[in-house]
């Protein structure tokens, strides 16, 4: 199917559900539904009018409000972004996307300009990725996160253990191979250091320079 139909194909079905909408606007999944297949197009604006819509036809729609989060996300507006994914916990009790994305985004959140705010942020950025992964023990991307987040609070063991159950759960996902890296190079431990960062090249991951050069005394 080349792009032209696959075009052809979204605008179709957006028609389709706008029809539907039409019949039947208090449709919160029809909404939601619009609203992603609006953002596969790069309309953006409609889109997030139609998330609004879902969420006002279905207040419980916990993925609607972390697509909103994601709208905030690519504009660079942390709150918005952390106001909608905490509505999405709000809205379903044990939603593992929305806890691990309110701790992603604290973690950018961060910025070294309020030590103590910093380290306010960091403590729940880690405390709701332990929520996602309470309730969703396959969260790979959770795990990850999470072993960054114990690395920046210098939690180096921590870190590595969380990475590894990532790995655990997915062998090859090469962030977790990346962070493993970083943090048996912290341990000194570098020849596993120069195995994960091997791997995660190898699985396409871009390995910053810095990295590769603290290893590269250490090669055989």
Do not use: W
């Not at 819509?53 to 709208?71: K, R, W």
């Not at 609070?153 to 990532?166: C, Q, R, T, W």
């Amino acid at each position: 199917m080349g792009i032209a139909d696959k075009s052809q194909n979204a605008e179709a079905y957006i028609a389709n559900l706008r029809a539907q909408l039409t019949e039947n606007s208090e449709c919160g999944t029809s909404h939601y539904n619009l609203a992603v297949a609006l953002m596969g197009q790069q309309e953006y604006d409609q889109a997030e009018k139609a998330l609004h819509d879902a969420v006002d036809c279905s207040p419980n729609l916990a993925e609607a409000y972390v697509l909103l989060g994601g709208l905030c996300l690519q504009r660079n507006d942390l709150e918005g972004c952390l106001r909608y994914n905490r509505a999405s916990v709000k809205a379903r009790a044990g939603f593992a996307e929305g806890y691990a994305n309110i701790g992603f985004v604290l973690l950018q959140a961060i910025d070294g300009k309020n030590p103590k705010e910093d380290e306010e942020k960091l403590d729940m950025a880690i405390k709701n990725l332990r929520k996602a992964i309470v309730h969703n023990a396959k969260f790979v991307q959770a795990y990850a996160t999470l072993g960054n987040a114990y690395y920046m609070k210098g939690l180096i063991e921590e870190g590595i253990k969380a990475n590894l159950e990532a790995l655990n759960v997915h062998s090859e996902f090469p962030i977790a191979h990346n962070n493993l890296a970083v943090g048996y190079l912290h341990t000194e431990e570098y020849a596993k250091a120069i195995e994960h960062c091997d791997k995660a090249e190898a699985l396409g991951f871009e390995v910053v320079e810095g990295l590769k050069n603290e290893l590269a005394p250490h090669r055989q």
